[in-house]
């Protein structure tokens, strides 16, 4: 049962536009909502999160889109730069009541390839 | 600073064997968590730790063993390697939910 799902596997944009990465989920558990960029043979490093009682969270180039009704988020990188390129990874846990202990559960991961 | 360092960072295992992958984090954070990450797919947690002494079962703890003595080290533990356990494994420890930090990883090949 995949609770959190990205499905587009790999995103390819050019250089100065908009990329938009995309994950739904279906635990209406979870509240809270982060992204992760890992670069090949490296662990992931966090980039920007999201609690549920908002709807939007921006951090320089990185803005998290949250629609709790759809349960769908996504992140816009603007604009994208050939150094963005990664795979970028949706996580998401229950923060609320301080029991889930930050566990995280993820989505497959999107490829992000920005062209020069 | 080194954060979250993980050894070793590749092996090769024979089905059956058994191997302790080791985890050290200098940051004095008490959560702790172990995630492998299969081709194409995101990562599911094995075992985490709220703190030393403490350890729990994630979403995927068949085959696999935690110990937890101190708040630095958390190693991971296989019995008998399968196949099935080729993986990249992850070691990420935490002070709050969005700062959870991950090591380099540990490519896991078993033949």
């Known amino acids: 049962d995949q609770q959190v799902k990205q499905n587009s596997p790999s995103l390819s944009v050019q250089e100065g536009r908009i990329s938009i990465l995309n994950c739904d989920y279906t635990?209406?558990?979870?509240?809270?909502f982060l992204w992760y960029k890992k670069y090949p043979a490296e662990g992931p490093t966090f980039l920007i999160s999201?609690?549920?009682?908002?709807d939007k969270n921006e951090d320089g180039r990185f803005t998290v889109f949250l629609n709790k009704s759809a349960k769908h988020l996504s992140l816009h990188i603007v604009p994208s730069q050939p150094g963005d390129s990664a795979v970028y990874f949706c996580?998401?846990?229950?923060?609320?009541?301080?029991?889930?202990?930050?566990?995280?559960?993820f989505g497959q991961g999107t490829i992000l390839t920005v062209h020069p | 600073n080194a954060g979250v360092t993980q050894t070793p960072k590749f092996r090769i295992l024979k089905i059956g064997q058994s191997m302790t992958l080791q985890c050290t984090q200098d940051?004095?954070?008490?959560?702790m968590y172990w995630y492998r990450q299969d081709p194409g797919m995101g990562l599911k947690l094995i075992y985490y730790?709220?703190?030393?002494?403490?350890?729990d079962k994630g979403e995927v703890p068949n085959g696999y063993n935690v110990s937890r003595s101190t708040t630095e080290d958390f190693p991971l533990r296989l019995e008998l390697a399968a196949p099935s356990q080729t993986s990249v494994y992850f070691c990420?420890?935490?002070?709050?939910?969005?700062?959870?930090?991950f090591g380099p990883g540990t490519r896991l090949l078993v033949l």
């Open positions: 999201i609690s549920s009682i908002k």
């Open positions: 730790s709220v703190g030393a002494g403490i350890t």
């Open positions: 990420a420890s935490r002070s709050s939910v969005e700062t959870q930090y």
């Open positions: 996580a998401a846990t229950t923060w609320a009541g301080g029991t889930s202990y930050g566990k995280l559960t």
């Open positions: 635990n209406s558990m979870f509240d809270y």
């Open positions: 940051m004095n954070h008490n959560y």
